[in-house]
């Protein structure tokens, strides 16, 4: 097996596949080239010389300048290497429609039929807080429960808290309303309490609006300051849910009612080999079968944007998608702060130079297919088909906010590795071997093993057949620890 992988014939640079030392010689499209300095695993290399100024080139794009000339065999990163991105740009539509020839399937997924034709891969019992001065009085009514009511049949109960709900203006407010109406609704919970205090911004009337239609069995609702015993009254009503749910059987249903997420984090030189364009070939392999996907992380498509745009099925699309993009880079403006950086440590130890580098291999997890729609943070996917979110790139932030738009389980992807869980089944995918063998405590799948010799066919349907074991119940390693929490994304002052 080579020591190094070159991705795109066009590319000026390769990616260490192992640690390379210096003085080894490596054969490249027929050429020797001779390691100038020490090359960690997922790192970058010359394979000729790269003047200053001159583009350094990985998966066939520009990822940014040299600041330098860089010689052959010479290590390529943050020392040497600066992003071109820059200001807003002005985009036009060069619209690629791709014609994927992807065969239907005959799997189905043993999930729960909802009363508006939606499906939960879990039944569980929850409590949605509108405001943070309930978490306590919430968390008392989940232990009783636990303690006192046969719960065996529920797949996991839980109080999911947070800190706002009041004294948040604009767009604080309004994005804490939607994304605790969204959680309250959403098919993988068999029942729901919503639980207020009775004073606060984030009034019960109110959310009951920003709610919509529900399902009037499976959710219920207590302001804590009209009751006298709010943990006992809270506790008689999640018993009615309890027995409400003891009907609740799995069945078999079709693919196309599966919407997955599409995340990564702590990503490394290998995310955009292996992890990512395996989640990509998953999401056009669902998307053929009529189900759902969502990209997000705005900030980490900067740099490549544009393949996004040109597979925007409408001008329509194209034009919300140029909006998605600048309007997070409004956003970085107005708080003073670098678009273009590259913020993690992790990222850049892991292999990682600039955004675009990050962008190139972050917007594989969105395949091949067209996109149909631009959601806003926290808005409900309506259409089949490869979708973007606004959100940012913050791992529980993002996560949180693919399960409130509908997402019934997160594909993340993860060269460092992390325990956290959203609230919805979460996906933790190693870009490498070596990660998966070290933190079995996190990571679910491997992609590492494209590295190894195992073909891309051959791991897409091992990761299909583990993706339907997941919805149809197996745990994932964050369920085991009961790793679980929402993050809600904040963006304003709170009095």
Known sequence: MNKYLKINPNDNVCVAIENLNEGDVLSVDGV????????????????????????????????GHAIVDIKTGEHVHTHNVKTNLHDNLQYSYAPVHPKLNIPKSDL???????????????????????????????QAIIERVKKE?????????RVYTHNYGCSQL??????????????????????????????????QADFKVAMGEWDH?????????????????????????????????????????LKVGLKCGGSDGFSGITAN??????????????????????????????ILMNRAQTEKVFNDTVLLVNNFKNYFRKFDQEIYENPSPGNKAGGITTLEDKSL??????GNSEVVDVLDYAQPVTKHGLNLLNA??????????????????????????????????????????????????????????????????????????????????????HEETGFKEIAIFKTGVTL
């Open 108 to 138: 189905t997924i043993n999930g729960y039929l909802r009363y508006n034709g939606e499906m939960g891969i879990r039944n569980e019992l929850w409590i949605v807080p509108t405001v943070g001065c309930v978490n306590g009085q919430a």
């Open 277 to 306: 364009p395996l989640v990509g070939q998953l999401s056009d392999w669902l998307i053929a079968q009529g189900g759902t996907s969502i990209l997000t992380e705005v900030p980490e498509m900067f740099g490549a944007e544009t």
């Open 32 to 63: 020797n080239i001779t390691i100038k300095n020490p090359i960690e695993t997922g790192h970058k290399f010359a394979i000729k010389n790269i003047n200053t100024n001159e583009n350094v080139v990985k998966y066939g794009y520009p990822i």
């Open 392 to 477: 940012p790139g913050n791992d529980l932030v993002a996560a949180s906010a693919l399960a409130m738009s509908g997402c019934q389980i997160v594909l993340f992807t993860t060269g460092r590795g992390t325990p956290f869980g959203s609230f919805v089944p979460t996906m933790k995918i190693s870009t490498n071997s070596k990660l998966y063998n070290f933190k079995t405590n996190w990571i679910d799948f491997n992609a590492g093993t494209l590295l190894e010799g195992k073909s891309m066919e051959t791991v897409l349907k091992e990761f299909i057949d583990f993706i339907i074991q997941t919805c149809d119940g197996k745990h994932l390693k």
């Open 149 to 157: 009511l046969d719960v065996s049949h529920i797949d996991d109960i």
């Open 170 to 203: 604009g767009d604080d407010h309004t994005n804490t309303q939607k994304a605790l109406a969204a959680l309250a609704k959403h098919p993988n919970a068999g029942g729901v309490l919503v639980l207020s205090l009775g004073c606060e911004n984030n009034q």
């Open 217 to 257: 069995e499976r959710v219920k609702f207590l302001i804590s300051q009209q009751v006298q015993d709010e943990i006992a009254t809270g506790f008689e009503m999640m018993s009615e849910l309890v027995e409400r749910m003891r009907k609740d059987k799995r069945e078999q249903l079709p693919l196309s009612k």
């Open 361 to 366: 291999g972050c917007t594989q997890k969105g």
